[in-house]
């Protein structure tokens, strides 16, 4: 995890928003207020989004508040590296179809291997860290590949954050 990851401010126009998320090489960063509370995400799909529906007329000084994602998707700093890739790559409804009741709703032939192939889920490759609910870092798709491909022995099971 990265515990002092780059942040945007709410009060930053999309352009210098861009600029940063450029210089930083990022599609996207966390939002937080002056207080340093995590308030949003801000990614180059919120530019896109935004230059879409203004028929590609966007407006220089508009802010990052605007634009934001704040339906935030997070982890918990205790979770597992196993439970945040199976969050981030495998839509559970998908794998394994019930009618709620743990009844199989759908008869598939297929692996599990092909069927996990197939329940790819669309989420964040970049996911905010919290800690008692508040904001302690980031950890990226390519963080967690490396440490799976890392030479450690203790791979799957690392948490995010170890217990203080």
């Not at 918990?76 to 394994?96: N, R, S």
């Not at 019930?98 to 996990?116: F, H, K, M, T």
Request: net charge positive; proline share 4%.
């Amino acid at each position: 995890m990265q515990t002092q990851p780059f942040c945007l401010n709410t009060q930053m126009t999309m352009f210098e928003a861009v600029e940063e998320l450029n210089r930083h090489k990022l599609s996207c960063a966390p939002v937080v207020n002056p207080n340093g509370e995590l308030v949003g995400v801000f990614s180059h799909h919120d530019v896109m989004t935004e230059a879409w529906c203004k028929d590609y007329q966007v407006d220089k000084n508009v802010k990052v508040s605007e634009l934001m994602t704040t339906e935030i998707i997070s982890i918990d700093a205790k979770e597992t590296i196993k439970a945040i890739l199976e969050f981030m790559c495998i839509d559970k409804e998908q794998l394994y179809p019930n009618n709620g009741y743990g009844i199989a709703s759908q008869w598939n032939v297929l692996s599990l291997e092909q069927r996990a192939k197939r329940a790819a889920v669309a989420r964040p490759h970049t996911l905010p860290v919290l800690e008692h609910g508040h904001f302690v870092g980031i950890i990226t798709r390519s963080q967690i590949v490396s440490q799976l491909t890392s030479k450690s022995k203790t791979k799957p099971y690392l948490v995010v954050r170890k217990k203080a």
